[in-house]
């Protein structure tokens, strides 16, 4: 074990706490990172958020400064993209000319964004947003901005919008779909979340039909299909990723919306893992294979992998859990919101500053939603994703009475 190579094809999240992790945990074999991108492996939440409004830097966001990795004994390879890979001779190639061995592969290559198929879709002001190059330029570009058209109302969508209106910018959310959130959160609470958005002055178009961007040398108005026009002085797209598994799957690794693996993390290939945005693990609590997209997920995934690589068995079984920061709100889900059968509230956030949305299916506590001023239901929803964890039935009752503490139904779930 002490002399094996491991490999990491991606250094963003998933694949910069592998490493880091591997070696705290005492792996004494050699760890290359290999990233495309010139940052060191940094977390990519506050790219919407603090980031564009300007309480955070890019610097912020690092999981470690970039001395740290060769402290560490972690060779990072910057500014490098792994090109194709060899499974048989387990080899790596890559665009700057290296071929780098490895008896360990972990894909953590993550998602690249889709761009609307649209005329006027490369003119200067029509942004994507995933590195923090794309944020640092968005940033610039609305801080000359009068109003902003979002394409896509999904989470992250919904977060620039948010930070574009705290920066007094007139902010037009234009969505293809009949209501916002369609992918994540069922039509009650998109229009919960709508009703918020609004309060706060964003203009949200649904059923919107784009025919493309105009201006000359930078976007000046977003052109619909019939035949009007809103004048704006930058885009920013939101209408999802697709997952990065090119090289996974000419490399001979079966995909399907994401490289494939078992509950361990790992592919159809011994010892070769893949983990975060482009992997669809099998979620035993779910008995399907699925991708997430999210922060826990990609931290949890090089948890697992970690702990497989070194031997200690170890299957990931997540209760899913996603954060969103909207103006001065906080949104948090548990599970898959989107496919729970009934829903009962707790609290609401004009009188309680916190509502927690508790989703069932087969009479199971399925999925939560809570929207929260600030961290304000931080601690509750860690105690039901507990309970969802335990598989517990919690009596409905007690459950939304915010007079009955969750710590306490946890305490008798737990006798
Ligand atoms: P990434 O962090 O994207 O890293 C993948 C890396 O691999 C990239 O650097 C890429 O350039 C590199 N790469 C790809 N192919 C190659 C190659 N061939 N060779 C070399 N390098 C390669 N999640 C939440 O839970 N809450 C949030 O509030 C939240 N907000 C978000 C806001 C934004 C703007 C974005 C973009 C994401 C947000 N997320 C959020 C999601 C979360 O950031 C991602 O799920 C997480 O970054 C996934 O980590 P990853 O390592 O799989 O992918």
């Known amino acids: 074990m002490s002399q094996q190579r491991v490999l990491i094809i991606g250094a963003g999240q998933a694949g910069g706490q592998l490493a880091l992790q591997l070696r705290q945990k005492g792996f004494t074999g050699t760890i290359s990172l ?41 060779t990072l390879h910057l500014n490098t993209r792994a090109e194709q890979i060899d499974l048989k001779t387990r080899q790596v ?23 609307l198929p649209l005329p006027g879709r490369d003119l200067p002001g029509v942004h994507l947003l995933r590195t923090d190059t794309d944020a640092l330029a968005i940033k610039h570009r609305l801080q000359n901005a009068t109003a902003v058209a979002i394409i896509g109302a999904g989470f992250i969508g919904m977060e620039v919008a948010a930070s574009a209106r705290r920066l007094g910018i007139a902010t037009h959310v234009l969505e ?36 493309g961007f105009k201006g000359n040398h ?30 996974a799957e000419a490399a001979g690794l079966p995909c399907d919306n994401g490289i494939l693996t078992d509950a361990r993390g790992q592919t159809s290939i011994p010892n070769v893992y893949a983990i975060g945005d482009c992997a669809a693990s099998y979620l035993p609590r779910y008995g399907r294979q699925q991708r997430l997209e999210s922060y826990q997920n990609a931290n949890l995934q090089a948890e697992n992998v970690v702990a497989n690589i070194l031997g200690n068995h170890s299957e990931y079984n997540p209760v899913p859990w996603i954060w969103s920061d909207q103006y001065h709100w906080q949104i948090q889900t548990l599970g898959f919101p989107a496919a729970a059968e009934h829903w009962l509230q707790r609290g609401s956030l004009e009188s309680d500053r916190k509502e927690i949305h508790l989703g069932f299916s087969n009479n199971k506590l399925s999925a939560v939603v809570s929207i929260a001023e600030g961290t304000a239901a931080a601690a509750d929803v860690k105690v039901l994703q507990r309970l969802m ?5 919690p009596d409905p009752d007690q459950l939304c009475n915010p007079d009955v503490k969750l710590k306490v139904l946890l305490k008798q779930v737990k006798k």
Do not use: W
């Open 389 to 393: 964890e335990m598989e517990a039935q």
């Open 176 to 211: 293809a779909g009949p209501r916002i959130m369609a992918r994540s959160l069922p039509a009650f609470l998109a229009d919960r979340i709508t009703e918020l958005h609004e309060s706060q002055g964003n203009v949200i178009h649904c059923n919107a039909a784009l025919k």
């Open 93 to 115: 190639h890559t665009d700057t000319g290296q071929t780098l061995e490895f008896d360990i592969l972990v894909f953590a290559t993550g998602a690249t964004p889709r761009q």
């Open 218 to 247: 930078q976007v000046t108005a977003v052109e619909f299909e019939d035949g009007s026009e809103l004048k704006v002085d930058a885009v920013i797209v939101g209408i999802g990723v697709t997952p990065n598994t090119q090289l």
């Open 34 to 74: 290999l990233g495309e991108e010139a940052s060191a492996p940094y977390e990519r939440p506050a790219l919407s958020k603090g980031v564009l409004t300007g309480t955070q830097t890019t610097e912020d966001l690092l999981l470690r400064p970039a001395a740290t990795y060769p402290e560490q004994d972690i």
